[in-house]
């Protein structure tokens, strides 16, 4: 199979979602897993209601188009460095 690692907050879920498309093309019946990969931050700053709301928003987005993708999606929470 083939493994990806990826940041898919931010603009760059729409970029993996294109990357594996094209690899779902070419290899039809290669198992395809995907590591979402977030940094420490993503969920550590504080937003408003409407900032929560479109953060929410925008993984159900991008997790639902990524796993249409992929056999199996495993989420890491990279550490942070501060202690």
């Known amino acids: 199979g083939i493994q990806f690692v990826v940041d898919?907050?931010?603009?760059?879920?729409s970029v993996a979602a294109d990357f594996l498309e094209n690899i779902a093309d070419e290899y039809t019946n290669t198992?395809?897993?995907?590591?979402?990969?977030?940094?420490?931050?993503?969920?550590?700053n504080p937003l408003s209601q409407k900032g929560s709301i479109s953060r929410a928003l925008?993984?159900?987005?991008?997790?639902?188009?990524?796993?249409?993708?992929?056999?199996?999606?495993?989420?890491i929470g990279l550490p942070s460095l501060s202690t």
């Not at 898919?8 to 879920?13: I, K, N, V, W």
């Not at 198992?31 to 550590?44: F, I, K, Q």
């Not at 925008?58 to 989420?75: E, G, M, N, T, Y």
């Open 58 to 75: 925008h993984d159900a987005v991008s997790f639902s188009r990524l796993s249409s993708l992929c056999k199996l999606i495993v989420p």
């Open 31 to 44: 198992p395809v897993m995907l590591y979402s990969a977030r940094g420490p931050g993503t969920y550590m």
């Open 8 to 13: 898919d907050s931010g603009g760059f879920s």
